[in-house]
């Protein structure tokens, strides 16, 4: 323990250090970027926006992989092993960085996509299987442009430990923004979305070598070693019964 931070277990501290951050050695491939949409309409805009975003991915290195989330059943309804609830788990250990698009429903996120995130476990080995991730948030609206969904959307990643980038998209009256075959029309919301996907690229560049450190905690460090705390505890127990003893000896007459 510290003199002065009492509470603190030396041990477990680690002092941030910018050696610490360089990646030995940085990974050769290609970025890895899931993106999920949360739309089941045979014209879904949160769907145009998606494989717009992943042809931006694509020019710009990614690797990318497009979750279809027809034939997800409702969470808990079925076991973990169903085929695509399997897939989905699948395609997000495989990433590095994610893309999450919405439509506003009722001001906030979709149920199509909220069940996406609801199958991914919150704990696997440990850890939460999306934690240390980048991630990019995108809503499409039917109205006038609203942040309800990316906002909720953030609180969602936030939950899933990811790192969100600065930047994001709200597309408003969707309707109008992309043409007969589904392809983004020339706009300051098209521009914004080149933004987000050059942004999540670099952000993904720079976390993913880094992620364990970044992601590497006091507290779960401590959790990492319960057998140590009943002994530091049975210690100061110890420590007291013979300070007691004393006491009770220097007493008696």
């Not at 510290?2 to 050695?25: S, T, V, W």
């Not at 969707?174 to 914004?192: H, I, L, T, V």
Request: hydrophobic share 40%; aromatic share 8%; net charge negative.
């Amino acid at each position: 323990m510290l003199p002065n931070l009492p509470n603190l277990h030396a041990e477990h501290i680690d002092i941030p250090d910018g050696e610490k951050l360089q990646p030995r050695p940085p990974r050769a491939h290609a970025p890895r970027i899931l993106l999920l949409y949360g739309s089941l309409r045979p014209t879904s805009y949160s769907r145009f926006l998606t494989l717009e975003a992943e042809r931006l991915l694509q020019l710009f290195g990614a690797e990318t992989r497009v979750f279809d989330p027809h034939g997800l059943p409702m969470a808990d309804s079925v076991p973990a092993d169903h085929p695509k609830v399997a897939e989905l788990r699948t395609l997000s250990a495989w990433s590095e960085g994610q893309v999450w698009c919405s439509p506003e429903r009722h001001g906030t996120l979709s149920s199509v996509f909220k069940n996406q995130i609801d199958w991914l476990p919150l704990e696997s080995a440990g850890v939460r299987p999306t934690q240390g991730r980048t991630l990019a948030v995108m809503q499409v609206c039917g109205g006038s442009q609203s942040f309800n969904a990316v906002n909720a959307l953030r609180v969602l990643g936030r939950w899933m430990r990811m790192v969100t980038i600065p930047n994001q998209s709200s597309v408003a009256r969707a309707w109008q923004e992309f043409d007969e075959n589904g392809r983004m029309k020339p706009s300051p919301y098209y521009d914004r979305v080149v933004d987000v996907m050059e942004e999540l690229v670099k952000f993904t560049l720079l976390v993913r070598d880094r992620s364990d450190y970044l992601t590497s905690r006091y507290s779960e460090r401590r959790e990492a070693r319960p057998g140590e705390a009943s002994t530091l505890a049975a210690a100061a127990m110890n420590h007291e019964a013979i300070a007691d003893a004393g006491a009770e000896e220097s007493e008696t007459p």
